[in-house]
């Protein structure tokens, strides 16, 4: 502990003051400074979690997901344990046994719950980079991409320079108004499938499911989604395989709970229970692409939007022609469906990006957090997002392996905090070319976090195997 308290004072809280406050509590809108605060207060190590006792960790991430921080006392909290390499379960065994065999015996797991008033995850990721012992590199690719960008508008000629600010002026003047339009069209017509039965369950409210996985290789995933759909990207690919596990987790629940009702004789089990062919989900978007600018202070500079996606295939239609997951027999149809539906995706996400509807949120929500009663305020909160039944976010994270004090990083990984109303939170991220994804559930829609998991990675091996199958067909 006194090796980390040292490496963190040194190199986050001495250069972010950010990590030295509290909010106030005369006024809510400010944040104090706490210098004297000892460190203790932050940070406490705990006895290492036991991958025998298999939920020991899933519930230390799920009490720190679900319980309350007090804002006013501190803004991040931290736990420490250290034990044999791969006892804990936060790493899979392949990645453990692989480190055994370089020299490396054991093995230190820190959990940080980091309220969204001090950072978003990009800035968190420029605090955890000025941590580890490759800073000045990780800050040289940043400052080239800063660079990058600047050289591609330096080499635009005027009259270039003209077309962009004009398509500048019609994104957000046109593209606000359409932005508006499709968010009140989508909070109108839609609904989130899960209320339905989160209404009649018996698991109790404020309950979390957790799971946390590596897929590939970002160059795999890259090259597999961009077999099926030359236009798509990683999260179109990533968007369209939680959209098929929440439609395996609507199957499930339907299935479990129709005979409970049946039972009680009361209404229709066939009828009672919905699952629609589109949801709306959430995907937020960092507002100054994805890097924290020379001069900017750590902060939330994360905004969203929301677009509506199709699910694999409608309720009932299921019949004919199709197995019980609605992919058409056949190898050469399914690999057809799979392409269509990444496609499909594409476009929705495309459409979502095509307006400012990110920064409008985020100005929503600030006004609304600043100034706005708290009951109005959690009002706003909960139907800004339009019945979204998740909410998926991509991290980029470091391009390399990193080491704190000479130690390496095997594995980094974030959940998403489930707004109000949402029952499903993804994150998937990068980190030294491994892409990996955390689910954070609410237990009432997504009982076993694990299962949910098992179905991502089941629909990213149709998509493998669908564009092995398209590269054989050219």
């Not at 950010?18 to 706490?34: G, L, P």
């Not at 207060?41 to 720190?64: D, G, T």
């Not at 390499?85 to 392949?94: D, F, L, N, P, T």
């Not at 829609?445 to 998509?463: G, H, L, T, Y």
């Amino acid at each position: 502990m006194k090796e980390f308290e040292d490496l963190w004072r040194r190199k986050v809280m001495d250069r972010h003051e950010r990590f030295r406050c509290h909010v106030s509590e005369d006024d809510d809108n400010y944040f104090e400074i706490a210098d004297k605060k000892s460190f203790e207060e932050y940070a406490s190590e705990v006895i290492h979690p036991c991958l025998a006792k298999s939920n020991e960790l899933h519930n230390r991430v799920e009490y720190f997901l679900s319980s309350h921080l007090n804002v006013n006392h501190k803004l991040w909290e931290a736990t420490l344990s250290t034990g044999p390499i791969g006892s804990s379960g936060a790493i899979e065994a392949a990645k453990a046994n692989k480190l055994r065999s370089a020299g490396h015996d054991t093995e230190t797991v820190a959990l940080f719950r980091i309220h969204h008033a001090l950072a978003d995850g990009v800035s968190m990721s420029v605090a955890l980079g000025d941590v580890a012992d490759e800073s000045d590199e990780l800050k040289a690719v940043v400052q080239s991409e800063i660079s990058r960008r600047k050289s591609k508008m330096k080499a635009m000629s005027f009259r270039e320079k003209i077309v962009w600010y004009i398509h500048l002026f019609l994104f957000y003047s046109f593209g606000s108004v359409k932005a508006l339009v499709l968010q009140f069209w989508r909070s109108m017509i839609a609904m989130n499938p899960f209320d339905q039965f989160i209404d009649v369950t018996t698991v109790p409210p404020g309950s979390r499911s957790t799971a946390w996985r590596t897929i590939s290789t970002v160059n795999e995933v890259k090259q597999v989604t961009k077999t099926l759909s030359k236009k798509s990207t990683l999260n179109d690919a990533f968007v369209m395989c939680v959209t098929a596990a929440i439609h395996r987790q609507l199957q499930e629940l339907k299935s479990e709970a129709t005979p409970k009702q049946t039972e009680v004789g009361k209404i229709n089990a066939h009828n009672m229970f919905h699952i629609p062919s589109r949801i709306n989900v959430c995907i937020p978007v960092h507002l100054t692409g994805g890097v924290l600018l020379p001069g900017q202070k750590l902060g939330n500079k994360i905004g969203a939007f929301v677009t509506s996606v199709p699910l694999p295939v409608r309720e009932g239609k299921e019949g004919k022609g199709k197995d019980r997951r609605g992919d058409e027999c056949g190898s050469g149809s399914a690999n057809h469906t799979i392409g269509k539906r990444l496609k499909q995706v594409s476009a929705s996400l495309r459409e979502g990006k095509s307006t400012p509807a990110p920064l409008i949120a985020w100005r929503c929500a600030k006004f609304f957090s600043d100034y706005a009663p708290d009951p109005i305020a959690k009002f706003a909160m909960r139907n800004g997002n339009a019945k979204s039944v998740a909410v998926i976010s991509n991290i980029k994270g470091f391009p390399f392996e990193v080491h704190w004090n000479n130690r390496p990083v095997a594995f980094l990984s974030a959940f998403l905090p489930l707004p109000p109303g949402i029952p499903i939170g993804v994150c998937v991220q990068t980190y030294a070319g491994e892409v990996s994804f955390t689910i954070d559930a609410d237990r009432r829609a997504v009982p076993d976090a694990e299962k949910f998991a098992d179905w991502i990675m089941e629909e990213f091996n149709k998509m493998r195997e669908a564009a092995r199958l398209t590269k054989n067909e050219l």
